[in-house]
């Protein structure tokens, strides 16, 4: 499928890893000029240069973490009048009692769940709306629509986000700049293995494996499945996601405005 975006430029906010390195991927394969940001140096020069080889885009690499104003304006110097922006971050700590939520706690997700995402959209959709095409897709949590336990400091942030996405892509929609969100569930990516890591000995009771042991991949996804009800029974890949954000920022998504996809496997319960 010809997505229509080839030469545009596109940001990936949070591209080194997981569902934000497929989506830059998966658009870097459409012929885009890529920018991919992250904090973690190492880890995001080695993605560019993965990408690069891979599909021979042209790939720059953004150190930035675009929760803050100074990453947003290292985003904004590297790449002034992007086409397609995507923005995703890495997930918060799990919550097993609401009561182990400090104010820090708060304030660090809604200023990377919230602030950052909203602060990017303020920052360059203007632009989009000048120049008559744009496209931006929030790589959300399905916890915004679905509250879900331990995934507290992710949800909230997340349905306020959902929230102003769908004022903003109305006001946006005439000038053909589409802001849409995907709501995913439980993707194997190295984020939840990070995730669930400070928290061996809490999944070790309560799934019954050796504490003492090295908690592997196959272990966590396991106990993943086991929590959560999955009528697929699998958890998503980064790389299908990837598919469904490339036609959102596709010449396909022109009528497709201030829209949240679930993508979970079926795990909400939801028909909307």
């Avoid at 700049?177 to 999944?203: D, Q, R, W």
Wanted: charged residues 20%.
């Amino acid at each position: 499928m010809d997505l229509g975006i080839k030469g545009k430029k596109a940001i990936v906010a949070g591209g080194s890893a997981g569902m934000g390195k497929a989506a830059a991927i998966e658009l870097a394969n459409a012929g885009v000029e890529l920018f991919i940001s992250a904090r973690r140096e190492e880890r995001l020069l080695a993605a560019a240069n993965e990408i690069s080889t891979a599909t021979g885009a042209k790939v720059t690499p953004i150190i930035a973490d675009h929760a803050t104003l100074a990453g947003r304006d290292a985003l904004a110097a590297a790449c002034p009048e992007p086409d397609i922006m995507v923005v995703t971050i890495s997930p918060p700590p799990l919550v097993w009692d609401c009561n182990d939520i400090t104010e820090s706690d708060w304030h660090d997700s809604i200023d990377s769940g919230l602030v950052g995402p909203v602060e990017l959209m303020k920052r360059f959709t203007g632009g989009m709306a000048k120049r008559g095409w744009g496209r931006f897709v929030n790589i959300a949590t399905v916890a915004a629509k679905e509250p879900l336990d331990m995934r507290m400091l992710s949800g909230p942030a997340r349905s306020a986000l959902a929230n102003y996405t769908a004022v903003v892509s109305r006001q946006m929609a005439k000038h053909n700049v589409a802001i849409n969100s995907v709501l995913p569930g439980m993707y194997a990516t190295e984020g939840m293995i990070e995730t669930v890591m400070p928290h061996k000995a809490l999944f070790a009771e309560r799934f019954g494996f050796d504490p003492d042991k090295e908690l592997d991949t196959e272990t966590i996804h396991r106990s993943v499945l086991e929590l959560f009800d999955i009528p697929t029974e699998t958890l998503g890949q980064p790389e299908d996601l990837a598919q469904f954000v490339a036609v959102l920022c596709s010449e396909a998504a022109k009528f497709t405005i201030g829209q949240n996809f679930v993508l979970d496997g079926g795990m909400s319960r939801s028909i909307f």
